[in-house]
């Protein structure tokens, strides 16, 4: 569930949820999955509805994106120079409707802004741990410096 064009090294793949009387189990990653790397860290974000959480951009880190509650609009761009899919822009909708994790090689700016009703929950597990001079933070609306022109508003039709 993306528009889009692909982006080389991002990976979508769909996850089990295993529900029964007492609650719902929810798979994310596993150390035989194809595209799991190596363990660094997990940590978990969430989102007001309409609110926009980007541009970040790893240098070194490979992230795994999962929305565990309510609806995100994640949305990466490839800002990578010299990258066979440089300047493609992919908008993935994720969550409950759409329960799979996205996972995005350094280099390439993301972020994400919830939608619906409710607060969302994203899941984070990265190759390495945080380290905050290994992170590029960018404005979400004044891309400064870097060539990214996407528009967060909701598009009708």
């Known amino acids: 569930m ?5 982006i080389k090294g991002v990976i979508i793949t769909p996850l089990k949820k295993i529900a029964d009387e007492r609650g719902v189990i929810f798979h ?4 035989t999955d194809p595209q799991f790397t190596k363990f660094g860290e997990i940590y978990f974000t969430s989102g007001y509805p ?3 959480k980007a541009w970040h951009v790893h240098k070194e880190m490979t992230i795994n994106d999962c929305c565990i509650v309510g609806m995100v609009k994640l949305v990466v761009y490839d800002v990578r120079k010299g990258s066979p899919t440089e300047g493609n822009c992919m908008e993935i909708f994720i969550g409950e409707h759409n329960y799979c994790v996205v996972q995005i090689p350094p280099g390439v700016a993301n972020g994400y802004k ?7 929950i994203m899941a984070n597990c990265a190759d390495m741990p945080h380290v905050k001079e ?5 404005d ?3 891309p400064d410096g870097y060539d990214i022109s996407y528009d967060w508003s909701l598009k009708h039709g």
Do not use: H, N, R
């Open 2 to 6: 993306f528009k889009g064009s692909q």
């Open 28 to 31: 994310m990653m596993k150390s």
């Open 140 to 142: 979400p609306f004044k």
């Open 50 to 52: 309409g609110v926009v």
């Open 134 to 138: 290994e992170l590029i933070y960018i």
């Open 114 to 120: 919830a939608y619906g009703e409710k607060m969302a």
